[in-house]
């Protein structure tokens, strides 16, 4: 099993900037460390989870929504096995669980939908008032 521990949530005024951590553990993430996609999702009061950036083990490629293109920075921190989200000009529309997702033994081509992520996070509340 692999476990996903996030943390950095919490409420922001838009415009401002909030970072969320996630920490990989587990046999099969340490057997395949080098060759897993980590993904953020997120999902807001009455919507469906969506992806919001993905990103593979060697830190490239990584993909962004276009809803926070320009805006996030998805980033890993190997040595920690540790997937981070830099959110910056938060919009109330960000207002979300956020959910740290993992598959292992693959890659991220392609990878945009829940149902393709086995591993998932508890998740952590952002929420962005105006």
């Known amino acids: 099993q692999v476990h996903l521990v996030e943390s950095g949530g919490g409420s922001v005024q838009a415009g401002g900037s909030l970072k969320l951590s996630c920490v990989a553990s587990g046999r099969p993430y340490r057997l395949y460390r080098d060759h897993n996609c980590m993904a953020w999702f997120r999902q807001g009061p009455g919507k469906e989870r969506e992806v919001v950036a993905t990103i593979y083990s060697g830190g490239t490629p990584t993909y962004y929504s276009d809803s926070v293109k320009g805006r996030f920075t998805i980033a890993r921190d190997s040595a920690k096995d540790t997937v981070s989200l830099q959110m910056s000009r938060l919009e109330v529309e960000d207002t979300a669980m956020y959910y740290c997702?993992?598959?292992?033994?693959?890659?991220?081509?392609?990878?945009?939908?829940?149902?393709?992520?086995?591993?998932w996070g508890q998740g952590t509340q952002v929420t962005v008032t105006s």
């Open positions: 997702a993992a598959v292992v033994g693959g890659d991220c081509s392609d990878r945009l939908h829940r149902r393709q992520f086995n591993y």
